[in-house]
């Protein structure tokens, strides 16, 4: 088995047997967690600095290295607090993006902005939800931005940025993936991008049903299920809609499935091909690819694919995808919130927000 595959399996084992290779993964996990401790004392000291924005401002993250949920999770949470009339800005650092030597840090993304100047996530949650949204290197930057044009914002969600202990935040979401925690090391022996369990407000776990989770054995908190499956259809860059079941070989039907590709360059490619199976699917070449993996050039497996063959591709892929291939069709990943959740946060927000507000002012 090649070296990633391996160590992200044990990185997902609940009690993982012992290795060779933990005689040195334990050691660097060490010194990793050696290295946040510090960095945290650092912050916590005032050594380092922090900022806070002046509206409630909620993090959406995780401590889990690799895709968990969070944009998704950010879309969805963006999406049901406008629905009660809540006007929400969205910040970012925008991972991937490639800055112009000379061009500004902090960018407003816009529907026709580009994936390269200010990432694939930041685009795609523009394009889902119409709000307001900047990305800048630093988040607190890229609030005050986006407040400066959008002053009727109420709201702040910071899209990755749990880890970013340099912006003040009133509320956390630490989302997981449905394998939880795994074996709760520390990277590289585990997944953690940092110890846990740890503080945070809310604690959120995907899972493909309705059913409730199981739980997370290393987490003391009450966790929130959030339903992630494929929507039952796809749209391509000419708007055009079809439902998956268009591309679904009879079950009667001898001769070989008609060509059909996917691909996928987000954390866990394996998990969308798995999700198109599960729809009766039968991809007849599956291409997966680096997260955040830009298509100009098109990659080599992808380059030699028929244009007039069908496509199949995640949305944080089709807004890199279209520009070069519009005709390839995106699957919509729909995420299902426990109904209470949104007002929560946001009540949980505003009351932090206004002790905030109370206690010193803004740095």
Request: glycine share 6%; aromatic share 6%; net charge positive.
């Amino acid at each position: 088995m090649p070296l990633q595959p391996w160590i992200e399996h044990r990185w997902r084992q609940a009690a993982p047997r012992c290795h060779p290779a933990d005689v040195l993964l334990r050691p660097l996990s060490w010194l990793y967690g050696s290295a946040l401790r510090t960095r945290r004392w650092l912050y916590a000291q005032g050594l380092l600095a922090t900022h806070a924005l002046p509206v409630p401002t909620v993090v959406i993250g995780n401590v889990i290295a690799g895709g968990a949920g969070k944009t998704p999770l950010t879309i969805a949470l963006v999406q049901a607090l406008q629905a009660q009339g809540v006007r929400v800005g969205v910040i970012s650092r925008g991972h991937g993006r490639q800055r112009p030597p000379q061009g500004p840090d902090c960018l407003q993304v816009l529907p026709d902005s580009s994936a390269q100047t200010v990432g694939d996530e930041p685009l795609l949650i523009q394009q889902r939800t119409q709000a307001p949204v900047f990305v800048a290197s630093q988040r607190h930057a890229a609030g005050l931005a986006l407040l400066a044009a959008y002053p009727d914002t109420e709201l702040l969600l910071c899209d990755d940025g749990l880890q970013h202990l340099a912006l003040q935040r009133d509320v956390e979401l630490c989302v997981f993936p449905d394998w939880g925690a795994g074996n709760g090391r520390l990277l590289p022996a585990g997944p953690l991008r940092e110890p846990w369990p740890r503080p945070a407000d809310f604690v959120l776990q995907t899972t493909p049903t309705e059913q409730p989770v199981t739980g997370n054995r290393h987490s003391p908190h009450t966790v929130w299920p959030i339903v992630r499956q494929l929507a039952d259809h796809a749209i391509n860059g000419h708007g055009q809609r079809l439902p998956l079941h268009h591309w679904q070989t009879p079950p009667a039907q001898d001769a070989d499935p008609p060509p059909l590709a996917a691909v996928a360059g987000i954390a866990q490619p394996e998990a969308f091909f798995a999700m198109l199976r599960a729809h009766g699917l039968k991809p007849s070449h599956c291409i997966a690819l680096p997260d955040h993996a830009h298509f100009a050039p098109l990659p080599t497996a992808l380059a030699h694919w028929p244009r007039h063959a069908p496509l199949l591709c995640t949305e944080k892929d089709a807004v890199k995808l279209w520009p070069h291939w519009p005709q390839a069709w995106a699957v919509p990943l729909q995420l299902q919130l426990p109904e209470a959740l949104p007002a929560a946060v946001l009540k949980l927000a505003r009351q932090r927000f206004a002790a905030r507000q109370q206690q010193a002012p803004l740095q």
